[in-house]
């Protein structure tokens, strides 16, 4: 064991030191600009991996920058890496190194369109504040012209649905001419991809949703929950021998329809305008 223990020292002083001092050497005979590259890659590296102290001493020590767009990484930045990296190294990239949460990677998605699609709750709430103290809107599009509450219901992301409402993201807002989803709203995708979590979300009595909006076509929410194909599996050539996910689609089906419809009926008749969800209390 001791033995053991003794060769792996010295192997580590005859060959890895060595390795490390040459390593430093070529990093310094490298260009300006490539060895910005190389500091910025390891700071991403870094912040993915919620290594604080290493993000710190790149940052500090040899001058990384957090904003930079990583060409090798789809354009994306150390906010971006911070996604997966948690909630600590989104405080840290936001508060010390006051990195810019609107800065988006190539396909125009910013940190926040990141976290919505699949981040936890923490991530996305510290990326919200993030946008308030630069004075930003939750509901910013970036270049890929969808708001993050939007991705998080078409990503049925409940817990940043949540979180991005709280923040006051826009409920009612909609897609351009986006195909195959033009005018769309948050609803209305929610509703096409069977989040069903995401549209009880999305029609709390407080947030005032209207259900009349129609989309690029003049459906409605509830017609295109109705128009979803739910199909059995190819191997089955019955409903009756479906399997189990199959059935789970369809009660899901049933259950948004069965939401936006009674949505859809419980309005106040006196107000004039659009139909807005709004629950009575009962007799």
Same mark, same amino acid.
């Given at each position: 064991?001791?033995?053991?223990?003794?060769?792996?020292?010295?192997?580590?002083?005859?060959?890895?030191?060595?390795?490390?001092?040459?390593?430093?050497?070529?990093?310094?005979?490298?260009?300006?600009?490539?060895?910005?590259?190389?500091?910025?890659?390891?700071?991403?590296?870094?912040?993915?991996?919620?290594?604080?102290?290493?993000?710190?001493?790149?940052?500090?020590?040899?001058?990384?920058?957090?904003?930079?767009?990583?060409?090798?990484?789809?354009?994306? &930045?150390?906010?971006?890496?911070?996604?997966?990296?948690? =909630?600590?190294?989104?405080?840290?990239? @936001?508060?010390?190194?006051?990195?810019?949460?609107?800065?988006?990677?190539?396909?125009?998605?910013?940190?926040?369109?990141?976290?919505?699609?699949?981040?936890?709750?923490?991530?996305?709430?510290?990326?919200?504040?993030?946008?308030?103290?630069?004075?930003?809107?939750?509901?910013?599009?970036?270049?890929?012209?969808? &708001?993050?509450?939007?991705?998080?219901?078409?990503?049925?992301?409940?817990?940043?649905?949540?979180?991005?409402?709280y923040a006051g993201a826009d409920s009612n807002w909609s897609t351009d001419d986006l195909y195959p989803e033009a005018y769309f709203t948050p609803l209305m995708v929610a509703a096409y991809r069977l989040c069903l979590g995401v549209v009880r979300l999305l029609l709390e009595p407080y947030l005032y949703v209207?259900?009349? =909006?129609?989309?690029?076509?003049?459906? &409605? =929410?509830?017609?295109?929950?109705?128009?979803?194909?739910?199909?059995?599996?190819?191997?089955?050539? @019955?409903?009756?021998?479906?399997?189990?996910?199959?059935?789970?689609?369809?009660?899901?089906?049933?259950?948004?329809?069965?939401?936006?419809?009674?949505?859809?009926?419980?309005?106040?008749?006196?107000? =004039?305008?659009?139909?807005?969800?709004?629950?009575?209390?009962?007799?």
């Amino acid at each position: 064991m001791y033995r053991t223990r003794l060769l792996k020292v010295l192997l580590f002083i005859v060959y890895v030191r060595p390795s490390l001092a040459m390593l430093e050497e070529r990093f310094e005979r490298l260009p300006a600009g490539d060895r910005q590259d190389v500091l910025n890659e390891k700071l991403y590296c870094a912040v993915r991996n919620g290594k604080s102290a290493q993000a710190r001493k790149l940052k500090e020590g040899y001058g990384a920058d957090p904003d930079a767009q990583l060409t090798m990484l789809g354009g994306r &930045t150390a906010l971006h890496a911070a996604v997966s990296g948690g =909630a600590e190294m989104v405080r840290l990239l @936001s508060d010390e190194f006051y990195a810019d949460p609107l800065v988006g990677d190539e396909a125009g998605e910013l940190p926040l369109h990141l976290a919505a699609q699949d981040g936890d709750e923490s991530v996305v709430k510290e990326l919200c504040e993030a946008h308030v103290r630069r004075g930003c809107s939750v509901d910013d599009t970036g270049g890929c012209g969808k &708001t993050p509450l939007y991705m998080a219901s078409a990503w049925g992301n409940e817990p940043a649905v949540r979180c991005l409402l709280y923040a006051g993201a826009d409920s009612n807002w909609s897609t351009d001419d986006l195909y195959p989803e033009a005018y769309f709203t948050p609803l209305m995708v929610a509703a096409y991809r069977l989040c069903l979590g995401v549209v009880r979300l999305l029609l709390e009595p407080y947030l005032y949703v209207d259900v009349s =909006a129609q989309n690029g076509e003049g459906r &409605t =929410a509830l017609e295109i929950a109705q128009a979803v194909n739910v199909e059995p599996c190819r191997r089955k050539r @019955s409903w009756s021998s479906c399997c189990t996910a199959c059935e789970f689609r369809v009660a899901r089906k049933q259950a948004i329809v069965d939401l936006l419809d009674t949505a859809t009926h419980q309005y106040d008749e006196r107000e =004039a305008g659009p139909r807005l969800y709004e629950l009575r209390p009962a007799c």
